[in-house]
Structures are given as C-alpha cells and as structure tokens.
C-alpha cells in the first residue's frame, strides 16, 4: 500500500492567490483529517469527513478554508485567497475505522504563502 | 477541548540510554496513543493504549497509563540515533477526533 498521498509537497505563492492541497487516503479508510501544523500553534485538527460527508469543520480558521471530498479516493483544501499567516505545514491522514483508531499520515504539504 | 501536553518538552540522550517523556490530559479518554514525526515527514503511529489497561509494549517501546492522575508516559529503552524525532501523544475521547499534544523532541547522540 502507498500510504496517504498529498500533493504538492511544496507550495510557495503569493498573498491573495488561491492554493489547492490534495490528498489521497488509504484504500478503504473511510475517516479522512485535515490538519495543520505550526512552531507555535502545533498540530490542529482542521476538518475531518467519514465516507466522503464532512462531519466535524469547527476547526477550519475561516470561510477562506474549504474542504471537498468528491469521493472515497480524493479530498482538497482550498485556501481562497491565502495569507501570510496561513503558512504551515498541512498534513491528511486516513483511519479505517473512527478517529479514536490509530490514523495514518501522510507527507504533508509545506505551504509559504509571501 | 481536551488536549495531551506531554513533558518534559526537549530531551538529549546518548545512544544506548532510556529515554521517557509524559503527557498529561484534562478530561477522562477511551484511548491515548503515541505518534513519531521524523523532521519533515508526517506523524507516525506507535502504540496504542485503552483506558482499561495500565501498560503496554512494543518492541523497545512501553507505555503506561494512570487514568486516576490523567497522565501517561511512553519510554524508549536503548535509545538508537534513529529514535531522533518528536514524540506526540494523542488522546481520544469517544467523537472521533483525536487531540495532539506539542510535542517533545528527542535527540539520540550517537
């Protein structure tokens, strides 16, 4: 098995522009994590989704987040537009059953937002 | 929320030696778990552990649990250079998320 797959691994842009994060989870896991992690906040859980209906959004910062997943295989999150502040590393991770079970991470994506 | 806060936050060892780190949390959990992040890839899941049991190994790994003090420790015996990373621990507490602590670094001198 690959293993939770995000993409890209590194995204620099520019204030105001749109980024899109990618995830593939474990085939079969059917709860999926958003979270983001920095020096000073660490690891927060952003938003989460079993099989594929978004259950739990409180902790996405603002309406400029948004998560989509389309089907079983694939999620995004979308910052519109970004901001210097929204710099982070942003990991998805994969459980197969619910999120009190060990979940599985993926790479994370670095985010540079200038 | 609930959230694990392990202790110490930063700890520098020799290869060879015992390392522990604790973490403690605020309200009552079904389980805790332990996570490894090696510098720049994502958290990877060690051990887990109910509310009902009060220790646990893996390999060098043993945890323990003491719900009556809300606290856990996780000790890594013979350290290896490789067991460099930051530890996390976890805690879930029945509504499907988990809540990470910050973190503790652990450096392994060769």
């Known amino acids: 098995d690959a293993g939770v797959i995000q993409s890209p691994r590194h995204e620099v842009t520019e204030m105001g522009q749109e980024v899109t994060l990618r995830c593939k989870p474990i085939?079969?896991?059917?709860?999926l994590f958003w979270y983001r992690q920095t020096m000073m906040r660490g690891l927060e859980l952003l938003i989460y989704?079993?099989?594929?209906?978004?259950?739990?959004d409180s902790g996405m910062p603002e309406d400029r987040f948004s998560a989509k997943m389309p089907n079983a295989s694939f999620s995004t999150l979308k910052i519109q537009p970004s901001e210097p502040r929204d710099s982070a590393v942003y990991f998805c991770a994969s459980s197969l059953t619910e999120g009190g079970y060990e979940q599985y991470f993926g790479p994370g994506t670095r985010l540079t937002v200038t | 929320s609930q959230q694990g806060e392990e202790d110490p936050q930063a700890l520098s060892i020799q290869e060879g030696e015992n390392a522990t780190m604790n973490c403690s949390y605020k309200?009552?959990?079904?389980?805790l778990q332990w996570y490894r992040q090696n510098s720049g890839r994502g958290l990877v899941h060690l051990i887990l552990?109910?509310?009902?049991?009060r220790e646990k190994h893996s390999g060098r790994l043993r945890v323990t649990l003491d719900t009556s003090k809300k606290s856990s420790s996780l000790l890594i015996t013979a350290s290896r250079a490789a067991d460099t990373a930051s530890y996390f621990c976890a805690t879930s507490h029945g509504n499907n998320r988990l809540a990470f602590g910050k973190g503790n670094q652990v450096v392994v001198i060769p």
């Open positions: 989704f079993n099989n594929n209906v978004p259950i739990d």
């Open positions: 552990i109910r509310s009902n049991e």
């Open positions: 085939s079969g896991h059917d709860y």
């Open positions: 309200t009552s959990i079904n389980n």
